[in-house]
């Protein structure tokens, strides 16, 4: 019995039994480790840009409205891209890898014991792919269209899709649609393919219900505060469906918010 249990007993095989219910019943508990690692990196990523921000412009900078990690420099050369690429995979994984843990624990739960990890690793891997597609898109479009109107216009206009985009009928379909499964396949290459292309469709469905929200951040500049917000209120749709669009105040504060981080 010393043999297994340790130097205590019993409760050293409770903690081994306890581990292993947890990894039987939620394979995707490895989510909330990688979520919080990401948002510790925002986090130090935005903390470190108020620090510099400070020291250039004399005085104390806001944590909430500063961009954390994407700098934006699209035209920078390769490793200003990959710079960009690496924070728009954080910051999606950040903001919208805890919209997909129902998925991934059905995956983990009904797919073969040697795959309960690969399997939702793989469907996360291609969900957040498609966000960050996404992303990099939306940057380009409300970049150019600032760089042509203005930021406060860029603003405003952005508020007006994402509150039309908001109440469309076909967007509340894809929030009911987030959570449907797929049959996969039980092994070999054939279920890495399933596994891709499952989260590649909940990808584009995701997107349809929250890329009002994802437009309005871009038009924040992906600001700390816009990133917290619109990490939480799809995940509250989801759970509540409130039937009237939670986005209102946002025409009052974004455009405000635009010109706070102009000065």
């Given amino acids: 019995m010393t043999a297994f249990a340790g130097s ?17 019943n939620h394979p995707e508990w490895w989510v909330a480790p990688l979520v919080g690692l990401a948002w510790v990196v925002v986090v130090t990523a935005a903390a470190a840009k108020v620090i510099a921000g400070a020291s ?22 390769g490793a200003a891209w990959l710079t960009d690429l690496v924070g728009r995979t ?7 890898a805890w919209l997909l843990v129902p998925t991934l624990h059905h995956v983990g739960r009904t797919g073969l014991w040697a795959r309960r990890r690969r399997g939702p690793a793989l469907v996360l891997a291609a969900y957040v792919a498609v966000w960050v597609i996404v992303v990099t898109g939306l940057d380009l479009v409300v970049g150019t269209v600032a760089s042509v109107t203005g930021p406060a216009i860029a603003a405003t ?3 007006g899709v994402a509150a039309t985009w908001q109440a469309a009928p076909r967007r509340w379909r ?10 996969l396949a039980s092994r070999g290459w054939r279920a ?15 997107v349809v219900s929250c890329s009002g929200y994802m437009l309005l951040a871009t038009a924040a500049g992906h600001s700390l505060l816009a990133m917290v917000v619109f990490a939480v209120v ?30």
């Fill in 8 to 24: 205590r007993g019993r409760p050293s095989l409770t903690r081994a039994a306890a581990w292993r219910g947890l990894d039987w």
């Fill in 56 to 77: 250039a412009v004399g005085r104390p900078v806001s944590t909430l409205f500063v961009c954390p990690i994407v700098a934006g420099a699209t035209a920078g050369g």
């Fill in 90 to 96: 954080v910051m999606a994984i950040a903001t919208m």
């Fill in 157 to 159: 206009l952005a508020v």
């Fill in 174 to 183: 894809a929030i009911g649609r987030c959570a449907r499964t797929v049959p």
């Fill in 192 to 206: 890495d393919r399933d596994c891709l292309r499952f989260g590649v469709m909940i990808g584009r469905t995701c």
């Fill in 234 to 263: 799809p995940l509250r749709e989801r759970v509540v469906r409130p039937r009237r669009p939670a986005i209102g105040l946002l025409a009052i504060r974004l455009p405000k918010l635009q010109h706070d981080r102009g000065r």
